[in-house]
């Protein structure tokens, strides 16, 4: 027996002594396994709501063992496990999380993509890659996916894959804000900061709001020595997190 399913089994049977379980529950699971994964799903989500996430977890790994004849519930279930992971900054379990999704149903983009982004947390970059790659297999419009094989290419230092990947994002989906600030950025860390202008400009008009896009920007105008036009977007990004504007006023104070 896996160890993996002996921690499932071991939940289920902790699960039923729990105030979120009824103490019938485990009979109710055999009897009517998919009637009860419907319940404890609504108990995870509520869980998860009201910020008890082991708890939440605990449902959804539990639904894992007594759904065991339905692979895609189950497997759902899972992920479902695994992005609560992510959320509370445990990657290595999300990661085991997302592995015993796929074992469950191979054809899901969404568990390998989150996969990729577990992997990536705990800088595996290149299992990362495998797992985004996978990902744009099963589902090419995957734009998620698409991106964060572009960041972990620029994580790995291979830029010049990085800015084909948002390129051709781009080239697909025109108004991906994100893809024109991120191709920017990579070119900027190319030495091709003038090159880059344009791209900030695009991701500035498509999503002026966002102020990473506006210190990004910022930040290209100093690498080109011009201070003038990085105050410029320091003054708006005053007006969108004054934080963050004092971080880069102060970036722009040591390149005068």
Same mark, same amino acid.
């Given at each position: 027996?896996?160890?993996?399913? #002996?921690?499932?089994? !071991?939940?289920? %049977? ?6 979120? =379980? @009824?103490?019938? /529950?485990?009979? *109710? &699971? ?81 568990? #390998?993509?989150?996969? !990729?982004?577990? %992997? ?6 290149? =299992? @990362?890659?495998? /797992?985004?790659? *996978? &990902? ?121």
């Amino acid at each position: 027996m896996t160890r993996l399913r #002996q921690a499932l089994i !071991g939940s289920l %049977l902790a699960f039923c002594f729990t105030s979120i =379980a @009824a103490p019938q /529950a485990l009979p *109710q &699971a055999l009897n009517d396994p998919l009637k009860e994964a419907q319940r404890l799903t609504r108990v995870a989500q509520v869980a998860e709501q009201q910020g008890r996430y082991t708890d939440a977890i605990k449902a959804y790994e539990t639904i894992a063992v007594i759904a065991k004849g339905s692979p895609k519930i189950a497997a759902a279930a899972l992920l479902s496990a695994g992005n609560i992971y992510m959320g509370t900054g445990k990657f290595t379990e999300a990661v085991n999380s997302f592995r015993a999704s796929l074992s469950l149903d191979a054809n899901s983009a969404a568990a #390998q993509n989150n996969l !990729g982004e577990a %992997l990536g947390e705990l800088k595996q970059y290149q =299992a @990362a890659l495998k /797992a985004f790659q *996978q &990902a744009i297999a099963l589902n090419n419009s995957f734009v998620k996916a698409r991106y964060n094989m572009g960041v972990t290419y620029d994580k790995l230092g291979q830029l010049k894959y990085a800015e084909f990947v948002y390129r051709i994002l781009i080239r697909d989906h025109p108004d991906f804000a994100l893809a024109y600030d991120s191709l920017a950025v990579t070119l900027s860390k190319s030495g091709r900061s003038r090159e880059a202008i344009p791209f900030h400009q695009k991701a500035t008009t498509l999503s002026p709001k966002d102020p990473s896009f506006h210190y990004n920007f910022a930040i290209s105008y100093l690498m080109l020595g011009d201070v003038k036009n990085a105050q410029e977007q320091q003054q708006q990004l005053q007006a969108i997190d004054p934080n963050m504007a004092q971080h880069l006023a102060t970036a722009i104070a040591r390149r005068r």
